[in-house]
């Protein structure tokens, strides 16, 4: 069974720009959460969605967005992007919400410059 | 809400036995998860705990005390390749997945 994937696996953007991040979760699973990964503030949960639905949400402000497809890919969009945005976007897959681990993607390296 | 408090750094020798603790406070949860991350990758699922006791997978077993807010992750016949940041974490059923900031492992020889 193939594993979670993301793309692209390395991004390079300016101040001001927006990014749009994709992640297929494992063949079943119906739940993907995102994650940003920095050194200084370690994994951060940004959301998680659930049968298209955006089930939960971290404390990361308004420009961060996502939805999650019919079929459970899910995109995550990062609009009018600042330096601190620089960072290791993961994702996790797990079968449903609640006590199923998860199962992460390699990530997305972000860096703003 | 829930914070996660996990030491920053252990050293153990290769063949060893090491408990990398967790302890967190928590309005409530449905499970406490245990993932392995190596430098420049993804984290890796280890082990989880929904009960109280011990679950053993192998060389590693988890434990949980819910009443004590406090698990720990009990890796035996340490490796050189089980250096790795360890990060403990709680999956409420209605809320938001907390990680630990990860206990940085290294094993010498």
């Known amino acids: 069974k193939a594993g979670v994937t993301q793309t692209p696996r390395y991004l390079i953007k300016t101040r001001g720009q927006q990014v749009t991040l994709s992640c297929s979760p494992i063949?079943?699973?119906?739940?993907v959460s995102w994650y940003q990964q920095t050194p200084g503030q370690g994994l951060q949960f940004l959301f998680e969605?659930?049968?298209?639905?955006?089930?939960n949400k971290g404390n990361f402000p308004g420009r961060f967005s996502g939805r999650q497809f019919s079929n459970s890919r899910s995109e995550m969009n990062v609009s009018t992007l600042e330096l601190g945005d620089s960072a290791l976007y993961l994702c996790?897959?797990?079968?449903?919400?609640?006590?199923?681990?998860?199962?992460f993607g390699p990530g997305t390296r972000l860096t703003v410059t | 809400g829930q914070n996660i408090d996990q030491p920053t750094e252990m050293t153990a020798t290769e063949g060893a036995i090491v408990q990398i603790n967790c302890t967190y406070q928590?309005?409530?949860?449905?499970?406490l998860f245990w993932y392995q991350q190596h430098a420049g990758e993804a984290p890796t699922f280890l082990s989880y705990?929904?009960?109280?006791g011990l679950e053993e997978k192998g060389r590693f077993s988890s434990f949980l005390s819910r009443s004590k807010g406090y698990s720990y992750l009990l890796l035996k016949e340490l490796q050189m390749k089980d250096s790795a940041s360890y990060l403990c974490?709680?999956?409420?059923?209605?809320?938001?997945?907390?990680f630990g900031d990860g206990t940085t492992l290294t094993v010498k020889p």
């Open positions: 996790a897959s797990s079968l449903s919400q609640g006590v199923d681990e998860q199962y």
């Open positions: 063949s079943g699973h119906r739940s």
């Open positions: 969605y659930f049968s298209e639905t955006q089930r």
């Open positions: 928590t309005s409530g949860f449905n499970g």
């Open positions: 705990n929904v009960l109280d």
């Open positions: 974490a709680v999956r409420p059923y209605a809320g938001k997945s907390t």
